[in-house]
Structure formats: C-alpha cells, structure tokens
C-alpha cells in the first residue's frame, strides 16, 4: 500500500497541517503519529476556518478516516472539547471516521505541574505550551510511569497504577517547590474514568 509521509524539520509553525490537507484528496487515511494537543493549526475547508490540535486534519474531508496514533501523547479533555467543537461547526465524528489507538499514552494534570515547575525560575527554560506533552513522553519513556489509553478502561488497574504514580509525582514537585500543587491519585482515577 502506498503511502505518504509527512516530518516536520523543526519544532512546529511548519504548516505541516496545510500541506496533509492539500493531499488528503489522494489518501483513504490520515494518521497523525507523534505529538500532542499543542499550539495546533488552523485549516481553511470550504470557506470554513478550523483550528485543530490533536485531530488529524483528515477529519475535514469524508470519508477519510482519521487516526490519532500510538505515538501521540492525548489530554481526553482536550480531545474531547475538539470533537465538541468540530461537531458544533457540523463535522460528523464517529467511530468509523475517528479512531484512537488505545496504545496513546494519557496527560494528566501532574504533567502540566511538572512541566511548570521544570520551566519556573529557569534560567534555562524552553518555553513550552505548559500542556504537559514533554512529561507525558518522559513518562512514556521511563516505562514505570507511562498511562496508556486502554488503562482508562479498566478501573481497578487504572486505580492502582495512579496511586503508585501520584505519591512519586507529588512527592518530586514538594521537593521542587514546596508550595507545589498536590494530586489524589482516587481523584483523578475517577475523573478520568468519566472520560471513556
């Protein structure tokens, strides 16, 4: 099966959103395969702006399907709001048009304090989108830390996956800060779990 791929060189504003959209006419499938809901991109269909972040820019063009890969890192209130948005601005998404790999990994609200406490008081900080992408990947990578998509399908695990984490995690941003924001690993477990 053909196929086209397209990297980007440097750290997003490369319209690589634009050019999947020029050649979403010659494909079947969009997937996105890397990244997060960060800054996004913004794509002109039909006279219709759209902004998107997570959701690959296939979804604007039936019946392409489009795919969220198991490389990308998802926040499930940040994809969620997206598909509200598109759906309001009358794009249909189901699950046949619209696939999430359940091997994504999860972004939870400690990332986005890990990745404030790491860009506070810096004098070498990067500036990132504080999104929590770049500590959802660290995560990812350490292999001990890392949520996956299909957890938050199965409570008793997820439960207990998060109350080994969150102790970690509150315990490195006391030590970075004491008057760091503190997490419930019970808490989480059960916000997220709303999100299936």
């Known amino acids: 099966m053909a196929c086209t791929c397209v990297v980007g060189l440097q750290w997003g504003d490369e319209a690589k959103g ?4 020029l050649l979403t006419a010659h ?11 960060n800054a996004g991109h913004t794509v002109v269909k039909n006279g219709r702006t759209y902004k998107l972040s997570l959701i ?7 019946p392409l399907q489009a795919v969220i890969g198991n490389g990308l890192v998802v926040n499930p209130v940040r994809f969620l709001e997206e598909v509200e ?25 400690y990332h986005m304090e890990e990745e404030k406490l790491g860009d506070e008081g810096s004098a070498t900080a990067i500036g990132t989108t504080g999104r929590g992408i770049g500590p959802c990947y660290q995560d990812k990578v350490s292999r001990t830390n890392g ?3 299909k957890e938050l399908l199965h409570p008793a695990h997820l439960r207990e996956r998060l109350r080994t984490i969150v102790p970690r995690k509150n315990a490195i941003f006391r030590a970075l800060l004491p008057s760091a924001q503190q997490f419930s690993a019970d808490a989480l477990c059960e916000e997220y779990l709303g999100y299936t």
């Open 85 to 109: 948005t598109l759906r309001a601005a009358g794009i249909h998404i189901d699950g046949n048009n619209l696939l999430l790999s359940d091997h994504a990994h999860v972004i939870f609200p």
């Open 27 to 37: 494909h079947h499938v969009v997937v996105r395969y890397n990244g997060g809901a």
């Open 147 to 149: 949520i996956r998509v």
């Open 18 to 21: 634009k050019i999947v959209d």
């Open 56 to 62: 690959p820019t296939g979804i604007l063009s039936p």
